[in-house]
């Protein structure tokens, strides 16, 4: 606790002695040789440069101490920290203090060098520091307009008494220290990104990884051929619910890139939360039936009515519920209510868990701490609880990690705004019309082009199934050929394929041959610029990988 200052600040100020005391001859060749060092460590940006700097300070000023003051918010509060120091009082580094109620807060407040004499008769707190500062010399320095700390020196001696040419060289350096503090900053901010990618590779492993092997062991008993009709069936349904969890997760991977770049766009509308609600436990019914979980699901008797993307809504409800199922330990309980509260919609998805990983929600004020320790994949929430955040302040609201009683029982809790309607509001549901190739009833000729040889048998096959006559050509050249002998309805283009891509063969096929014949992208590139790209190259769908089976059927029928 800072004590009340004894003496005024008045009295310990002698920032106007500066000018009237005779300045000591400048050693240009000392100062040149500091700033020539400084520079060679400013080509290796870290927190050595700042050390570097103020025992550069602190020989050239004769100083018994020297350090760097960097401003800092806590929990609101505004203090500064010792971040760098030399000397004397070395051993108090990362110390703080007040921002008002320090010598660096009143050099902020003048913005300009100040000089103090024996400050501890008013910065009560300097009188625990041994030895005792005589006098300190601090200059403010900047980062793009913006005050972001001080550079010091400090006296210990009677006989050492600081002039107007150490402040013009304590000067330079605060420039030096304001260049080494951006980048530091910049370094800092580098490493952040790279763990959070290095962390979202990880994540991305981790829930790929299970999928593939699930289908991978399902594949292999279904071609040694053992095992009885309904084992068989069995094993078809693992690779079926897999290829949606992993659909699933190659979109939610489309999305956090969209909400990353500020491309996705909400279809706001008068949406029944409750209904969208359902719609989200339809859909994480394969991720429930995964991990064997039962969830109870609690409703209200009537509408709860926000403005919101009906789509995305249920998507949230989706990823809340696989991020349950997941979770929840073995023998564990999972819930999910839906309830009003006065003017806000709250969904509440309840588990029994290890535990709610570190660091969830927190966010650190203090740019220059070390960044925090990697969270351990298992620990992780996945890429879909991180969309379901975005997607919900997006819509005006909040997610939260909160307990719900025991030590195992922890939720993620969403809370929306919502409408207050009298009326009854229906909600119709709209289809968008196919095209022009929509009404077509008859057995299609499908091509299909592609340099994967399984994804286009597989396709193929799958179309055969359906009734139509498909061919299967390997590259651009094959395809173009095919093309022009088997005369299709329509065309299954891959986009990256070697030579020619997807777009080149549209636009050829499109200038050489009948206008209604239908091109359809399939492409493992689903990003807003790729499907303007296809529609402009002469495509009339643009499909991602897997395709849409049911889209692809209504397509051809």
């Not at 020539?36 to 700097?53: K, T």
């Not at 939720?411 to 968008?432: G, M």
């Not at 493992?524 to 059927?553: I, Y």
Request: glycine share 6%; hydrophobic share 40%.
């Amino acid at each position: 606790m800072i004590r009340p200052a004894d003496t005024s600040l008045d009295a310990v100020l002698a920032t106007d002695q500066l000018a009237s005391r005779l300045a000591r001859a400048t050693d240009s060749a000392a100062e040149i040789k500091a700033l020539v060092d400084l520079a060679e460590e400013m080509g290796h940006p870290s927190r050595h440069v700042l050390q570097q700097l103020v025992q550069t300070a602190m020989i050239l000023c004769r100083a018994g101490s020297a350090g760097v003051s960097l401003l800092e918010a806590v929990d609101g509060k505004k203090r500064f920290r010792w971040h760098a120091l030399a000397g004397a009082l070395r051993e108090h580094l990362w110390s703080v203090a007040p921002r008002d109620a320090s010598p660096s807060g009143v050099v902020f407040d003048h913005d300009a060098p100040q000089l103090f004499r024996y400050p501890e008769r008013h910065f009560r707190y300097l009188s625990e520091l041994r030895p005792l500062i005589i006098e300190e010399l601090l200059v403010p320095f900047s980062i793009d307009g913006k005050p972001m700390g001080t550079i010091w020196v400090a006296s210990h001696d009677e006989n050492i008494q600081f002039d107007s040419g150490d402040a013009a060289v304590i000067a330079k350096l605060g420039r030096v220290a304001a260049a080494a503090v951006r980048a530091n900053t910049l370094l800092e901010e580098l490493r952040e990104s790279t763990r959070r990618k290095d962390e979202f590779l990880t994540i991305l492993s981790h829930e790929m990884r299970n999928p593939l092997a699930a289908m991978s062991n399902a594949a292999k008993f279904l071609a040694d051929g053992g095992g009885s009709e309904p084992d068989q069936e069995r094993a078809r349904a693992v690779i079926q619910r897999q290829l949606t969890q992993i659909t699933r997760l190659s979109e939610d991977l489309l999305d956090v890139s969209r909400v990353g770049r500020g491309t996705l766009e909400l279809r706001n509308e008068r949406t029944d939360l409750v209904h969208a609600v359902r719609l989200g436990r339809e859909a994480a019914a394969p991720a429930l039936a995964e991990y064997d979980r039962e969830i109870a699901v609690t409703l209200p008797s009537g509408p709860i009515w926000v403005d919101g993307d009906p789509a995305r809504l249920a998507q949230i409800v989706t990823n809340l519920l696989t991020n349950a199922a997941r979770r929840t330990r073995s023998g564990g309980r999972a819930s999910l209510t839906v309830s009003r509260e006065e003017n806000e919609a709250v969904i509440v998805a309840s588990s029994e868990t290890e535990g709610v990983a570190a660091g969830w929600g927190r966010k650190s004020d203090d740019v220059y701490a070390p960044p925090p320790e990697p969270i351990r994949p298992s620990e992780s929430q996945g890429i879909g609880l991180a969309l379901a955040q975005s997607l919900t302040e997006m819509h005006g609201g909040r997610v939260s990690a909160i307990s719900t009683g025991g030590a195992r029982d922890n939720a993620f809790e969403v809370r929306l705004p919502v409408l207050d309607l009298v009326e009854t509001v229906t909600i119709a549901k709209s289809e968008r019309p196919l095209d022009r190739f929509r009404d077509r009833r008859r057995r299609e000729k499908v091509l299909i082009v592609d340099d994967c040889v399984d994804s286009s048998d597989s396709l193929a096959m799958l179309l055969e199934s359906w009734g139509h006559e498909v061919r299967t050509a390997q590259g651009a050249t094959a395809g173009l050929r095919l093309e022009w002998e088997f005369e299709p309805h329509a065309v299954i283009l891959d986009i990256e394929m070697p030579g020619k891509n997807g777009y080149e063969v549209a636009a050829e096929l499109r200038v050489r041959r009948r206008r209604d014949l239908m091109l359809v992208a399939l492409s493992g590139h689903a990003r807003e610029e790729d499907r303007a790209r296809s529609l402009a190259a002469g495509f009339d769908h643009h499909m991602t990988k897997p395709a849409n089976v049911d889209m692809l059927r209504r397509l051809l029928a």
